[in-house]
């Protein structure tokens, strides 16, 4: 029998929705906050809260982002919530979605939101951004559209959405995709779907965080790359340029990696846009291909970063690894 009393758990994890100012900055205050920015919920919906973290965004590790999606797999199997809400800070927000994203079975909705305005603020955001994400996970409408993002009365797919800008309040978008949705009055409303959507093999979620991050520029790449196979690095994410093209020395620092057995996988340092091995010149995609590199489609580098990190955790060789990025 359905329930007519939606019961949507928010965790909250820190962040400027949580934050004042004080003498030395903006600071977290913690629960005041939090009571400001669930004031204008709606009827019809009970909302627990539940403290995680107290951290500014940038102190998210890699580490304390599993804990978050373990929390949130927990919470998905225990049939005690109809959704679940994460506050969190907006500079890491799209690296914790997607974790859990791809760790998450889809059991109930999970929408994540933040503010870019502390409370104490003009024009603050924090409290409309919650009750549109409490909207969101409360809405009959979310069917398996896996973790999302809702800021802004837009709501974003956790893998595709990313923060554009430094301060703005519209600074979440989906460039090249859209929102999924946008809320309304006091609906959640749902626009289109996604038709992608990459898991992880069921189980737990380990985290092996031998993974570089490589940004490659003109005249910059190849020593990064070495630095980090020294460095014991499994894998090496390298955002290319264009399609997935680097410079000659590049190319040949990836065949150094591949060769001792380091995953190199490209994605592209592009706003937009798919990799793809088209051009066959010395450091270009299809002569990166044939080193043994790895394509990435459209990912971006940090969110492939977190991927490889929970694809090594769970023991995948590289060729399982080539056969899920098929699925981006």
């Known amino acids: 029998?359905?329930?007519?009393?939606?019961?949507?758990?928010?965790?909250?994890?820190?962040?400027?929705?949580?934050?004042?100012?004080?003498?030395?900055?903006?600071?977290?205050?913690?629960?005041?906050?939090?009571?400001?920015?669930?004031?204008?919920?709606?009827?019809?919906i009970e909302l627990c809260h539940r403290r995680l973290f107290s951290l500014p965004s940038p102190h998210m590790t890699p580490a304390r982002m599993a804990d978050l999606a373990r929390e949130l797999a927990m919470m998905e199997t225990s049939g005690e919530w109809d959704g679940v809400v994460v506050t969190h800070g907006t500079d890491t927000l799209e690296e914790?979605?997607?974790l859990a994203?791809?760790?998450?079975?889809?059991?109930?909705?999970?929408?994540?939101?933040?503010?870019?305005?502390?409370?104490?603020?003009?024009?603050?955001?924090?409290?409309?951004?919650?009750?549109g994400a409490v909207l969101t996970a409360a809405s009959d409408e979310f069917h398996d559209f896996g973790v999302v993002v809702v800021l802004n009365d837009e709501i974003h797919c956790a893998s595709r959405v990313t923060k554009t800008y430094t301060s703005n309040v519209s600074s979440f978008a989906s460039p090249g995709y859209g929102p999924l949705g946008f809320i309304d009055g006091d609906k959640a409303i749902f626009?289109?779907?996604?038709?992608?959507?990459?898991?992880?093999?069921?189980?737990?979620?380990?985290?092996?965080?031998?993974?570089?991050?490589?940004?490659?520029?003109a005249g910059l790449g190849a020593r990064e790359i070495r630095f980090c196979v020294d460095s014991g690095d499994r894998a090496v994410v390298l955002e290319a340029l264009g399609r997935g093209n680097v410079p000659p020395d590049v190319a040949e620092a990836v065949s150094e990696a591949v060769d001792s057995g380091v995953t190199v996988a490209v994605t592209t340092r592009c706003f937009m846009g798919r990799v793809m091995g088209l051009y066959g010149y010395p450091g270009g995609g299809a002569d990166l291909e044939r080193r043994g590199a790895v394509f990435a489609a459209d990912l971006q580098g940090h969110k492939l970063?977190?991927?490889l990190m929970a694809c090594l955790g769970a023991g995948m060789e590289e060729a399982e690894i080539r056969r899920l990025l098929e699925c981006v």
């Open 1 to 44: 029998m359905k329930r007519t009393l939606r019961r949507i758990l928010l965790v909250s994890t820190g962040g400027t929705i949580e934050m004042s100012p004080g003498p030395g900055g903006f600071a977290i205050t913690g629960d005041a906050a939090i009571d400001a920015d669930t004031a204008m919920i709606p009827p019809g």
């Open 96 to 98: 914790s979605a997607y």
């Open 101 to 131: 994203d791809i760790h998450l079975r889809g059991g109930i909705p999970v929408a994540f939101t933040a503010a870019m305005r502390s409370n104490a603020e003009l024009g603050v955001d924090g409290p409309r951004n919650v009750r």
């Open 191 to 217: 626009a289109q779907a996604p038709l992608r959507r990459l898991r992880l093999p069921a189980g737990g979620l380990v985290l092996d965080e031998r993974v570089g991050l490589v940004r490659v520029a």
């Open 305 to 307: 970063r977190l991927l």
